[in-house]
């Protein structure tokens, strides 16, 4: 949420009504047409809108837009502010083309259905003048909806609505300030924002795929991610939906191939499980902050660097990884693998990290270890796992490891009562030693 708190939205929608330049249309499909509704609720609602819509029956919307083959969609959204704003120009231009600043918004949502088994999700957008008869600009982003009902999804998606037609025409030269205001009088628990693409030239000096990682620097999504094909951005659910995971967990520091080899073997390594029903999706993933409250420096080179590895990259903001199963259990039910080295494990078996959960390390191992996740654990030489443990300040005095070789899942051990832990999720398969050769 941005800092500026003089106005609710509201207060937004009546300063834009008040704004005899800015005009333009409203398409609101999925959810109500509730930004539209703050416009009329605020008063002088003809100051600012031409025409408001919502295409909700299918052979309708396809009479108006054509076909689509997903219509909850960024295509599907674009093709709508396309079609919309060039009915704005034709129709108006000449009237009011010399003094008005036209916007063409919309969005094409799936709200919680009757039933509640829908995921809830969508995509809004809007294309708009910063002059008169000036080039367009256009913002298009993806949310996710968390409240419960439909009703509350349809509320908070009017507020997002009129915080991004606000932030289009006020916070172009302060983009920090632009994303923290898109949850203004909203909160991340209700509604969040994991892709954003800008383009025109209001943003000739933006580079989207930083502006996707402030998505999660900023608290606006716990997690965006990146295809190397396109090198852009891509919200999760289009790359995850009903998918077998792989995911590598990890600070990627160095430009090291075992990075990749680790995620590879892992990928076979399910494969060879058993039958699954898709393929396979497999990622790297790096965290803003690590367990000890740390902020990690995640980069667009370094997020650039693991891409040309040809594997996606997700950036998120779960220090634990119990709650990156959860995240990930949004999107799929299908098998879930993390791969890490033998490291990565121990740091993950520290009791202190869960002192804040009522049942401490068992709570967070049984999130983890959901239905069908497994940790597949790469060996490494002693030495390096010893100067890994020391640059991470983790203390390796409670653990029984090998003076040399190659430390696995089978040569150590925690001590104390952990032990008894550990042997039982070696004993249950949810730890799989993968070897290198």
């Given at each position: 949420?941005?800092?500026?708190?003089?106005?609710?939205?509201?207060?937004?929608?009546?300063?834009?009504?008040?704004?005899?330049?800015?005009?333009?249309?409203?398409?609101?499909?999925?959810?109500?047409?509730?930004?539209?509704?703050?416009?009329?609720?605020?008063?002088?609602?003809?100051?600012?809108?031409?025409?408001?819509?919502?295409?909700?029956?299918?052979?309708?919307?396809?009479?108006?837009?054509?076909?689509?083959?997903?219509?909850?969609?960024?295509?599907?959204?674009?093709?709508?502010?396309?079609?919309?704003?060039?009915?704005?120009?034709?129709?108006?231009?000449?009237?009011?083309?010399?003094?008005?600043?036209?916007?063409?918004?919309?969005?094409?949502?799936?709200?919680?259905?009757?039933?509640?088994?829908?995921?809830?999700?969508?995509?809004?957008?809007?294309?708009?003048?910063?002059?008169?008869?000036?080039?367009?600009?256009?913002?298009?982003?993806?949310?996710?909806?968390?409240?419960?009902?439909?009703?509350?999804?349809?509320?908070?998606?009017?507020?997002?609505?009129?915080?991004?037609?606000?932030?289009?025409?006020?916070?172009?030269?302060?983009?920090?300030?632009?994303?923290?205001?898109?949850?203004?009088?909203?909160?991340?628990?209700?509604?969040?924002?994991?892709?954003?693409?800008?383009?025109?030239?209001?943003?000739?000096?933006?580079?989207?795929?930083?502006?996707?990682?402030?998505?999660?620097?900023?608290?606006?999504?716990?997690?965006?991610?990146?295809?190397?094909?396109?090198?852009?951005?891509?919200?999760?659910?289009?790359?995850?939906?009903?998918?077998?995971?792989?995911?590598?967990?990890?600070?990627?520091?160095?430009?090291?191939?075992?990075?990749?080899?680790?995620?590879?073997?892992?990928?076979?390594?399910?494969?060879?499980?058993?039958?699954?029903?898709?393929?396979?999706?497999?990622?790297?993933?790096?965290?803003?902050?690590?367990?000890?409250?740390?902020?990690?420096?995640?980069?667009?080179?370094?997020?650039?660097?693991?891409?040309?590895?040809?594997?996606?990259?997700?950036v998120s903001s779960f220090a634990e990884t119990y709650k990156l199963t959860g995240y990930l259990g949004r999107y799929t039910s299908e098998s879930l693998r993390f791969s890490q080295g033998i490291g990565n494990l121990i740091q993950v078996m520290q009791e202190r990290f869960y002192e804040n959960l009522d049942s401490g390390i068992l709570s967070a191992m049984s999130q983890l270890f959901a239905k069908d996740v497994k940790l597949y654990v790469f060996g490494m030489e002693v030495e390096a796992l010893k100067e890994q443990m020391e640059t991470d300040r983790f203390?390796?005095?409670?653990?029984?490891?090998?003076?040399?070789?190659?430390?696995?899942?089978?040569?150590?051990?925690?001590?104390?009562?952990?032990?008894?832990?550990?042997?039982?999720?070696?004993?249950?398969?949810?730890?799989?030693?993968?070897?290198?050769?």
């Amino acid at each position: 949420m941005s800092t500026d708190k003089l106005l609710d939205t509201h207060q937004k929608a009546l300063s834009i009504n008040l704004d005899d330049s800015i005009y333009g249309s409203l398409v609101e499909i999925g959810a109500g047409q509730d930004a539209a509704a703050h416009f009329f609720r605020s008063g002088g609602a003809s100051g600012t809108i031409a025409k408001t819509m919502s295409a909700y029956d299918m052979k309708v919307s396809d009479e108006i837009y054509g076909k689509a083959s997903r219509y909850v969609s960024r295509e599907r959204l674009t093709t709508i502010v396309d079609r919309e704003y060039s009915l704005l120009e034709e129709r108006l231009k000449e009237l009011r083309g010399e003094k008005s600043r036209f916007f063409s918004f919309a969005n094409t949502v799936s709200a919680r259905n009757y039933q509640g088994t829908n995921i809830c999700h969508g995509w809004m957008g809007i294309r708009f003048q910063t002059a008169p008869k000036s080039t367009t600009n256009q913002v298009i982003i993806h949310v996710n909806m968390r409240d419960e009902t439909n009703l509350l999804q349809q509320q908070a998606l009017g507020i997002l609505g009129i915080n991004l037609i606000y932030a289009s025409y006020h916070y172009l030269d302060n983009l920090e300030h632009f994303l923290d205001s898109l949850l203004d009088s909203l909160r991340i628990e209700r509604m969040e924002v994991d892709f954003i693409h800008l383009e025109g030239p209001a943003f000739e000096e933006v580079d989207n795929i930083s502006m996707n990682l402030n998505l999660v620097k900023q608290g606006l999504c716990h997690a965006v991610m990146f295809t190397p094909n396109k090198r852009e951005a891509a919200p999760p659910l289009d790359l995850l939906y009903k998918c077998p995971i792989v995911v590598e967990r990890g600070l990627f520091r160095f430009d090291h191939p075992v990075y990749l080899k680790i995620l590879e073997k892992s990928l076979d390594f399910l494969r060879s499980e058993g039958q699954l029903n898709k393929e396979p999706v497999s990622f790297f993933e790096m965290t803003i902050k690590n367990v000890d409250e740390h902020q990690n420096h995640v980069s667009k080179d370094c997020t650039l660097k693991l891409m040309k590895l040809g594997y996606p990259v997700m950036v998120s903001s779960f220090a634990e990884t119990y709650k990156l199963t959860g995240y990930l259990g949004r999107y799929t039910s299908e098998s879930l693998r993390f791969s890490q080295g033998i490291g990565n494990l121990i740091q993950v078996m520290q009791e202190r990290f869960y002192e804040n959960l009522d049942s401490g390390i068992l709570s967070a191992m049984s999130q983890l270890f959901a239905k069908d996740v497994k940790l597949y654990v790469f060996g490494m030489e002693v030495e390096a796992l010893k100067e890994q443990m020391e640059t991470d300040r983790f203390d390796l005095s409670y653990w029984d490891i090998p003076k040399e070789g190659i430390a696995n899942l089978h040569n150590i051990s925690p001590r104390g009562h952990m032990r008894h832990l550990y042997a039982y999720l070696l004993e249950k398969g949810a730890l799989l030693d993968i070897p290198f050769s």
